[in-house]
């Protein structure tokens, strides 16, 4: 298990640029895959973006993909969002999470077991 804790988010206009940040507590953090997800509410929580614990692969949601960019360092454990060409969908409150490493990288957000408290993110038109 990880701590994690977001920040970043704001109010933006469409166009804008932000980037997330999660910085996350606890020994084991560079052996955990990361995923970032996205909420608004009334619905169900949205898979954005994830990073195996090497770095090395990366996965996208097609809503995202081009826009989002996902890293990570593990020398300072903490792992980013940039996000690029915000739009009023994008809207949502943006959620880090950790999973077990492997090679798979989960979009469910039932494969990650730890969360941070959330950042919204506000995109105006």
């Known amino acids: 298990q990880v701590q994690l804790v977001e920040s970043g988010g704001g109010l933006v206009q469409l166009g804008d640029s932000l980037r997330l940040s999660c910085a996350a507590s606890g020994r084991t953090f560079s052996r955990f895959n990361m995923g970032w997800f996205r909420q608004t509410p009334g619905k169900e929580r949205e898979f954005v973006a994830a990073?195996?614990?090497?770095?090395?692969?990366?996965r996208y949601a097609d809503s995202v993909k081009g826009r989002f960019t996902i890293s990570r360092d593990n020398a300072k454990n903490t792992v980013y969002l940039q996000m690029n060409g915000l739009k009023p969908e994008d809207t949502a409150v943006y959620y880090c999470?950790?999973?077990?490493?492997?090679?798979?990288?989960?979009?469910?957000?039932?494969?990650?077991?730890?969360w941070g408290q959330g950042t919204q993110v506000t995109v105006s038109s």
């Open positions: 990073i195996r614990w090497t770095g090395d692969s990366e």
């Open positions: 999470a950790a999973g077990s490493g492997g090679s798979v990288l989960y979009s469910s957000p039932y494969n990650y077991d730890s």
